[in-house]
């Protein structure tokens, strides 16, 4: 089931941007369609992932995905909420928090349920903030290196810029951490 | 033996770090006193780990902590080597990687009890030793940020790029003792 729902949604956002880039190439607006083309292949990672792999999915996560695909591709690169200003710093509180969740639920994958009830809050705590910051970070270093080797100028606002994004990251993250934490503490009360 | 070492390195830390403060509090040269001020309150912090029942952090890792607070607060801040030295930033922000990757490693044993590790994958070794350093870089960065907002202005003066790659040597430093970890999980 969730399968499925996962690759429908994953379809309309693939279609949805596939004939956005044949719209502006037949428009001529190069950039936009090479946003659309971004979105595509983005797109197609969630529906080659259900297509290909037996992986078991976390429908929000996926679903957050790709609302926040469409509200950086979509609204912030083609519509230019980009330039709005606060866009950016309030994607980047979002994609934090998704992390955050992300995190979550690897960690979930990743350790035997047995061995959850000997393992401190505070180690899901730091795992999940941690976690955030790492993509939060990453999500720098691809900027700056596109910037470096592209001549593109995804870093465009300087230094502030980048650290205003890696404080939305972290925030976004730590709020999630606090409640991964929280919630591994009372859950391991109760037992 | 622990607690020993400690204490003495924290002692002699903040004498220097005190005598360093009234020296330039006298030369009324605010920077530096301010970075003085600052290492003293550094130099006492590992002194909480006496209170705590277990202390996770063994003798390398405290001896490493001073070493980088040496590194940054006296050569780097008041005896300009961040200035003189090109390297001197990124080879601390390599070794600080390095540094939080063994802390990583010593929470990670903290947390999780002996007998529950065969039950934790190696990749949450991997990622956590990784993140904990990247997610430290972060907040070492934040705080250069607000500083230079408020009163230092020199500390990530070099912009955007300098940042960039502060955080990318913080990141490799991580990476090497994350592999490191994930590799030698059995015997942690």
Not at chain 1, 131 to 155: C, H, K, N, P
Request: aromatic letters at 16%.
């Amino acid at each position: 089931m969730n399968r499925k729902l996962v690759i429908s949604l994953s379809l309309v956002y693939v279609f949805f941007m596939g004939a956005l880039s044949i719209y502006y190439y037949t428009a001529d607006e190069t950039f936009k369609s090479l946003v659309s083309i971004g979105g595509v292949v983005c797109g197609a990672i969630p529906l080659s992932l259900a297509l290909f792999t037996k992986l078991q999915f976390n429908l929000p996560i996926i679903i957050s995905y790709l609302i926040f695909l469409f509200a950086s591709q979509f609204l912030g690169s083609i519509l230019g909420w980009y330039g709005l200003g606060w866009w950016d710093t309030f994607l980047h509180l979002l994609s934090g928090s998704l992390l955050a969740f992300t995190g979550i639920a690897l960690y979930e994958r990743l350790v035997y349920r047995n061995a959850g009830k000997e393992i401190s809050p505070w180690f899901v705590f730091l795992f999940t903030l941690s976690f955030s910051a790492l993509g939060g970070v990453i999500w720098e270093i691809y900027e700056f290196s596109s910037d470096q080797l592209f001549g593109m100028t995804l870093q465009g606002g300087g230094n502030k810029d980048t650290m205003i994004d890696l404080i939305a990251d972290t925030i976004g993250g730590l709020i999630i951490a606090v409640w991964a934490g929280v919630r591994t503490k009372i859950k391991l009360k109760k037992i | 033996m622990k607690h020993k070492i400690i204490i003495i390195f924290s002692l002699v830390f903040i004498a220097f770090m005190t005598g360093l403060l009234i020296f330039y509090l006298k030369k009324d040269d605010s920077s530096r006193w301010m970075v003085a001020l600052g290492g003293i309150v550094v130099s006492a912090l590992p002194i909480s780990l006496l209170f705590v029942k277990n202390n996770p952090f063994n003798i390398p890792i405290i001896i490493g902590y001073y070493v980088l607070v040496f590194c940054t607060a006296f050569l780097g801040s008041i005896a300009n080597f961040y200035v003189d030295f090109k390297w001197w930033d990124s080879g601390l922000h390599f070794y600080k990687g390095i540094f939080v990757g063994f802390v990583g490693i010593a929470l990670y044993k903290l947390y999780i009890p002996q007998k529950a590790r065969k039950d934790v994958s190696r990749w949450v070794v991997f990622l956590f030793v990784l993140s904990l350093s990247a997610c430290v870089t972060v907040l070492w960065e934040i705080y250069e940020f607000v500083g230079d907002l408020t009163f230092t202005h020199t500390m990530q003066r070099g912009g955007n790029k300098d940042t960039m790659y502060d955080i990318i040597f913080a990141i490799t430093g991580g990476l090497l003792i994350s592999i490191y970890s994930s590799v030698q999980k059995l015997k942690l």
